[in-house]
């Protein structure tokens, strides 16, 4: 028995999302109710109309739950770095000093703070950690905290594929087996023109119209810098470390060369020196820890070392009556305790206390403080992502991303490539991660290509595109950026004003894919 | 039948409510995290043992808990 694949299916499939969607934009529930609410529904679906077994969602609903721990890990460890920094007084520091360097030119800052510094975080060490860094330091200079928010999720958006050392394009190509160096090229300029987009959009709802104006040229050359350099590192140097490049590239553009062009520079501009403020680089010390601890355990042969210690847990078969399997797996996403980025989070707050306890600035009892401050600020995200991994791995394990993906490529025909990176939006809006996001739908994205006859490598490319703009919308990554930036309850307006600029480039970036396949 | 939706409207849910608005958010969301990780000990130990009694238990205290968050979280 198979679920044909009509379009009452479809919509039924889709029910789960759109439950999510209205009661967190519309009804504007905190995202702890509308993942509760959404995994009572999806768990009904699977159950009454998908003919689940009640083992089906017993077992999605653990693989949920643990991959939750990854993700709660980096966001206990980030709000714990960020009350430390804020204890000491750090962001009116690190405020005062980016506000000179960038000659008080606002959106400057919310350009270099929000967009190029994810980036290259992102480069390194991604799962939120960019997100998780950048969101708090923006609100420290002052920008309201949804924009912050929202500039951190879709700043760091673009350098998803190339990110993480790679994570999301080894993925894609693994999964797939098609030419790595023809998805490097493809996916980079597709990534490239996204990343003006992106620009023109923080500016856009930074300001209106008049962010847009006033951003727009800084923004362009911003994205031209980083865009090029991710093209030449993905297809010249190594795919695996263009991300990194690229947002460094950004940062060192937008903070030290743009600041100098006249432009730029913002006419009345007083450089007042707050003699109270520490010194920026004592502030910013905890941040410097996280960056050079995360590249001596990613980028040398300690990551190797530390790998061995890992946890996973064994999970066996389960079908739905429909037919669709999921295999038995003795370690199902093992968490590589020493490697995992909240591990690294956690170390550097520690390093952080003690180095600033040494400074002077630190007495015992703050620690005290951080810890229940910690507690109270973390845990509606926690349910928020736990209830949303729950809902989005019975959607999988159930077959229903799966009937999403297959209806999609059933009712576009020929058009496929426009919608393609709609698909890779979806995995990554259902799980939270572009790589999981191309484990999912790279066969399928591929199978769908050779079946219409069209360059599976475009294809493969518009997937991981789109994945990775996805995670700029993902409930969980969303949840993540509201718990750092201490907005909870906002998550749905938080997607509400990003949902349709991210559809946008996909469909610009789908369209784009259409035309060079119609052209050749 | 108005009767039981007028009773169960206003009495009952009302009187739950009322129970659970004593304790404020944090409370209830530290509650709801701790009994869904709970369940998930359950959860597991019926998914691996293969006890379907345990596992359709441990399922409704997960219901049970989401339906709680959706009633009585903000």
């Given at each position: 028995?198979?679920?044909?694949?009509?379009?009452?299916?479809?919509?039924?499939?889709?029910?789960?999302?759109?439950?999510?969607?209205?009661?967190?934009?519309?009804?504007?529930?905190?995202?702890?109710?509308?993942?509760?609410?959404?995994?009572?529904?999806?768990?009904?679906?699977?159950?009454?109309?998908?003919?689940?077994?009640?083992?089906?969602?017993?077992?999605?609903?653990?693989?949920?739950?643990?991959?939750?721990?990854?993700?709660?890990?980096?966001?206990?460890?980030?709000?714990?770095?960020?009350?430390?920094?804020?204890?000491?007084?750090?962001?009116?520091?690190?405020?005062?000093?980016?506000?000179?360097?960038?000659?008080?030119?606002?959106?400057?800052?919310?350009?270099?703070?929000?967009?190029?510094?994810?980036?290259?975080?992102?480069?390194?060490?991604?799962?939120?950690?960019?997100?998780?860094?950048?969101?708090?330091?923006?609100?420290?200079?002052?920008?309201?905290?949804?924009?912050?928010?929202?500039?951190?999720?879709?700043?760091?958006?673009?350098?998803?594929?190339?990110?993480?050392?790679?994570?999301?394009?080894?993925?894609?190509?693994?999964?797939?087996?098609?030419?790595?160096?023809?998805?490097?090229?493809?996916?980079?300029?597709?990534?490239?023109?996204?990343?003006?987009?992106?620009?023109?959009?923080?500016?856009?709802?930074?300001?209106?119209?008049?962010?847009?104006?006033?951003?727009?040229?800084?923004?362009?050359?911003?994205?031209?810098?980083?865009?090029?350099?991710?093209?030449?590192?993905?297809?010249?140097?190594?795919?695996?470390?263009?991300?990194?490049?690229?947002?460094?590239?950004?940062?060192?553009?937008?903070?030290?060369?743009?600041?100098?062009?006249?432009?730029?520079?913002v006419k009345h501009f007083e450089d007042k020196k707050d003699e109270k403020n520490i010194n920026f680089h004592i502030a910013f010390a905890p941040y410097y820890i996280l960056i050079a601890i995360v590249f001596v355990v990613y980028l040398s042969p300690l990551k190797k070392l530390l790998s061995v210690y890992k946890i996973g847990l064994s999970f066996p078969e389960t079908e739905t009556a429909v037919g669709f399997i999921n295999q038995a797996i003795s370690s199902y996403n093992p968490i590589e305790l020493l490697t995992t980025p909240g591990t690294l989070i956690f170390l550097s707050a520690l390093l952080s206390i003690l180095y600033f306890y040494f400074k002077g600035l630190w007495k015992i009892p703050y620690s005290r403080e951080i810890i229940s401050l910690v507690i109270k600020q973390a845990f509606p995200a926690t349910l928020t992502v736990m209830t949303m991994s729950m809902m989005a791995s019975i959607m999988v394990d159930a077959g229903l991303t799966n009937l999403l993906a297959q209806g999609t490529a059933k009712f576009t025909q020929h058009f496929y490539p426009i919608f393609s990176p709609l698909i890779g939006m979806l995995g990554a809006f259902m799980t939270g991660s572009n790589t999981s996001s191309n484990i999912l739908f790279g066969v399928f994205q591929r199978d769908v290509a050779n079946f219409l006859g069209i360059n599976a490598i475009i294809i493969a490319s518009l997937q991981t595109t789109g994945g990775s703009l996805g995670n700029a919308i993902s409930p969980m990554d969303v949840a993540l950026g509201a718990a750092v930036s201490k907005i909870h309850g906002q998550e749905g307006t938080i997607i509400k004003k990003t949902i349709l600029y991210v559809i946008f480039m996909e469909i610009i970036v789908g369209f784009l894919g259409y035309l060079y396949l119609k052209l050749n | 039948m108005i009767f039981m939706k007028t009773l169960i409207n206003n009495s009952i849910l009302n009187y739950i409510k009322n129970v659970f608005r004593k304790y404020d958010d944090n409370k209830k969301l530290f509650s709801a995290v701790l009994i869904i990780w709970i369940s998930a000990f359950l959860l597991y130990f019926g998914v691996i043992s293969?006890?379907?009694?345990?596992?359709?238990?441990?399922?409704?205290?997960?219901?049970?808990?989401?339906?709680?968050?959706?009633?009585?979280?903000?």
């Amino acid at each position: 028995m198979t679920t044909s694949v009509n379009f009452i299916y479809w919509f039924i499939a889709l029910f789960p999302i759109l439950v999510i969607l209205f009661f967190m934009i519309s009804l504007r529930w905190s995202g702890g109710r509308a993942g509760s609410l959404s995994w009572l529904v999806t768990s009904g679906i699977v159950l009454f109309i998908f003919g689940a077994s009640t083992k089906l969602i017993a077992v999605a609903s653990l693989k949920g739950l643990w991959n939750t721990i990854f993700i709660i890990y980096i966001i206990w460890g980030s709000m714990a770095i960020y009350n430390i920094v804020d204890k000491i007084g750090g962001f009116q520091s690190i405020a005062s000093t980016f506000t000179q360097l960038t000659g008080g030119n606002r959106i400057l800052q919310l350009l270099v703070l929000g967009w190029a510094f994810p980036s290259f975080l992102q480069g390194v060490c991604g799962f939120g950690t960019p997100v998780a860094v950048a969101a708090p330091l923006l609100i420290g200079l002052g920008f309201n905290p949804i924009i912050a928010t929202i500039t951190a999720l879709l700043g760091h958006s673009w350098a998803v594929t190339f990110g993480s050392l790679g994570s999301s394009y080894a993925a894609i190509i693994e999964t797939t087996g098609l030419d790595p160096e023809g998805i490097a090229l493809t996916a980079s300029i597709f990534l490239a023109i996204v990343c003006v987009f992106i620009g023109l959009t923080i500016c856009f709802i930074y300001n209106g119209l008049k962010g847009l104006k006033e951003g727009a040229l800084a923004a362009i050359l911003l994205s031209l810098t980083m865009g090029i350099t991710l093209i030449i590192s993905a297809t010249f140097i190594s795919p695996y470390l263009a991300s990194t490049l690229a947002g460094l590239v950004g940062l060192l553009v937008g903070g030290f060369v743009l600041p100098k062009i006249k432009w730029f520079k913002v006419k009345h501009f007083e450089d007042k020196k707050d003699e109270k403020n520490i010194n920026f680089h004592i502030a910013f010390a905890p941040y410097y820890i996280l960056i050079a601890i995360v590249f001596v355990v990613y980028l040398s042969p300690l990551k190797k070392l530390l790998s061995v210690y890992k946890i996973g847990l064994s999970f066996p078969e389960t079908e739905t009556a429909v037919g669709f399997i999921n295999q038995a797996i003795s370690s199902y996403n093992p968490i590589e305790l020493l490697t995992t980025p909240g591990t690294l989070i956690f170390l550097s707050a520690l390093l952080s206390i003690l180095y600033f306890y040494f400074k002077g600035l630190w007495k015992i009892p703050y620690s005290r403080e951080i810890i229940s401050l910690v507690i109270k600020q973390a845990f509606p995200a926690t349910l928020t992502v736990m209830t949303m991994s729950m809902m989005a791995s019975i959607m999988v394990d159930a077959g229903l991303t799966n009937l999403l993906a297959q209806g999609t490529a059933k009712f576009t025909q020929h058009f496929y490539p426009i919608f393609s990176p709609l698909i890779g939006m979806l995995g990554a809006f259902m799980t939270g991660s572009n790589t999981s996001s191309n484990i999912l739908f790279g066969v399928f994205q591929r199978d769908v290509a050779n079946f219409l006859g069209i360059n599976a490598i475009i294809i493969a490319s518009l997937q991981t595109t789109g994945g990775s703009l996805g995670n700029a919308i993902s409930p969980m990554d969303v949840a993540l950026g509201a718990a750092v930036s201490k907005i909870h309850g906002q998550e749905g307006t938080i997607i509400k004003k990003t949902i349709l600029y991210v559809i946008f480039m996909e469909i610009i970036v789908g369209f784009l894919g259409y035309l060079y396949l119609k052209l050749n | 039948m108005i009767f039981m939706k007028t009773l169960i409207n206003n009495s009952i849910l009302n009187y739950i409510k009322n129970v659970f608005r004593k304790y404020d958010d944090n409370k209830k969301l530290f509650s709801a995290v701790l009994i869904i990780w709970i369940s998930a000990f359950l959860l597991y130990f019926g998914v691996i043992s293969d006890s379907l009694f345990i596992t359709n238990a441990s399922l409704s205290i997960l219901a049970l808990i989401c339906l709680f968050a959706v009633f009585f979280i903000k």
